[in-house]
Structures are given as structure tokens and as C-alpha cells.
């Protein structure tokens, strides 16, 4: 951003102007992606993960999106477990991984068989859940009734976030 905006130059690299504004827009960019992930974060490490995936269908967050949401929450551990026998298995064989050709072509033979084989288990789950009566939206025993203290968060939580808005649209206007 620093180096395509137009504005007061700070300084000029080689000939091309780092300008006031860009570096501005960069670090406001930077700061809302930083709060975004930071909340996330905060709710995903806060809330069960059964909690997390009905408050999203709750919120009307597509059904689809959820659901490989929710399987890739699933699954991450088994590949990352199949990844990890498969290199156990290469290094008993006295694989090392170098910076050659013949290494890049192990790890991609690797890759490869990781991707086959977790197609294979997708087809296998996909087939059992159908047999099982799966119907598109999970069962989930988690109990989830807004209680006074949730009300009087949310109403906190958005009062925050207006006076922050506020806050945004007055500073350009003092500075």
C-alpha cells in the first residue's frame, strides 16, 4: 500500500515514493486483519468446538461452508497422523531429506499418496454416513439459550464497536 498510494512522500526507495497515506492504509489493513484473527482466535480457544459449529448454523452462516468447516476440523488430525507414519516409515528406510531432485520426488510421491488415500477415506465416510441416515445438518447435544448475560454482552460488545467507529470517523477530522 505504501508503495501504490499517492500522497506526501516519506521517503523514496531506489526512485520508487513511499508515501504518508499508503503506509497509513497498510497499517489499518494490517491492525483490522490482526483484530480479526486475534477474535477469532479468542473465540475458538474459548468455546467448544460443537458450540463454535451450532452458533454458525445458529448465525445462518451457509450450511456447506459449515459442514467442511467441521470435517476438516475432523480430519486435519488423521491426515497430519497418516503424514506422519508415512515419513516414520521413509526415514526407517533411510530416507533424509536434502535439497535435490531425488528428495523432491520422494516428498512429492508422498504428497501424492497422502492425497489418494484421503480420497479413498472420504469416499469410505461419505459411504458410511449415507448408510447411517446422514441428512445434511449435524446432530449436535449442546444446549444453547440466550441468557440475560448475553444480551448485556452483545449490547456491550457493539457499543464498543460504535464507539471505535466514532472514534475512526472523528480522528481524521482533529488530525
Do not use: H
Not at 497509513?24 to 483490522?32: H, Q
Not at 480479526?36 to 475458538?44: D, E, I, N, Y
Not at 454416513?129 to 452483545?154: E, Q
Amino acid at each position: 500500500m505504501s508503495l501504490t498510494v499517492e500522497g506526501s512522500r516519506l521517503v523514496s526507495i531506489r526512485g520508487v515514493p513511499v508515501t504518508y497515506e499508503g503506509v497509513r492504509y497498510g497499517s489499518l489493513i494490517i491492525m483490522r486483519a490482526v483484530a480479526a484473527v486475534t477474535l477469532v482466535l479468542t473465540m475458538l480457544g474459548t468455546m467448544k468446538f460443537d458450540t463454535t459449529i451450532k452458533a454458525l448454523y445458529m448465525l445462518r452462516v451457509p450450511g456447506p461452508l459449515v459442514q467442511m468447516l467441521m470435517f476438516t476440523y475432523r480430519y486435519i488430525f488423521v491426515l497430519l497422523d497418516e503424514f506422519s507414519r508415512m515419513w516414520r516409515a521413509m526415514s526407517c528406510k533411510g530416507f533424509v531429506l536434502k535439497a535435490n531432485m531425488y528428495a523432491l520426488s520422494m516428498l512429492g510421491n508422498v504428497v501424492g499418496m497422502l492425497i489418494v488415500k484421503s480420497y479413498e477415506r472420504a469416499d469410505r465416510v461419505y459411504k458410511s454416513m449415507i448408510s447411517k441416515g446422514y441428512t445434511g445438518s449435524p446432530m449436535n447435544m449442546a444446549a444453547f439459550n440466550m441468557v440475560t448475560r448475553d444480551y448485556a454482552l452483545t449490547v456491550l460488545i457493539i457499543g464498543i464497536a460504535i464507539l471505535l467507529r466514532m472514534y475512526s470517523v472523528i480522528l481524521p477530522v482533529v488530525s
